[in-house]
Nanobody
Framework: QFRLVASGGGLVQSGESLTLSCTISGYTFDFDYWAIGWFRRAPGKEREGIASISNKGELTNYVDSVKGRFIVSTDNGGYKSSLRMNSLKPEDTAVYYC?????????????????????WGQGTQVTVSS
């Protein structure tokens, strides 16, 4: 049984940067395409899709609030994803999650809808102080 592990959260000040990592372990997929999505849940708010990427990095998708600040990437054939978060703001404070869409197929844009993702990692807390 494979699992996703998210790491890299922490406490930073407004304007600083942080990189989150997501690693898929425990299995080698027998399908060619999948997508990794990044989500966050701020206190009192619903879970929000913020970035996603196809496993080979061909396509990415971002929510408007993070475009130009966050960069999603993949490595290790798609078994690892990183989310580089620049110019962080207090409103970016949330628990961040990564998840796997194993039904993803090119050439479609990877989803930001959490309902498309079947396997989830544990969250990692990101706190941005003003």
């Amino acid at each position: 049984q494979f699992r996703l592990v998210a790491s890299g959260g922490g406490l930073v000040q407004s304007g600083e940067s942080l990189t989150l990592s997501c690693t898929i372990s425990g299995y080698t997929f027998d399908f060619d395409y999948w997508a990794i999505g990044w989500f966050r849940r701020a206190p009192g708010k619903e879970r929000e899709g913020i970035a996603s990427i196809s496993n080979k990095g061909e396509l990415t998708n971002y929510v408007d609030s993070v475009k130009g600040r966050f960069i999603v990437s993949t490595d290790n054939g798609g078994y690892k994803s990183s989310l580089r978060m620049n110019s962080l703001k207090p409103e970016d404070t949330a628990v961040y999650y990564c998840a796997l869409d194993k039904d993803y197929l090119l050439p479609g844009s990877p989803h930001l809808d959490p309902r498309e993702y079947a396997v989830w990692g544990q969250g990692t807390q990101v706190t941005v102080s003003s």
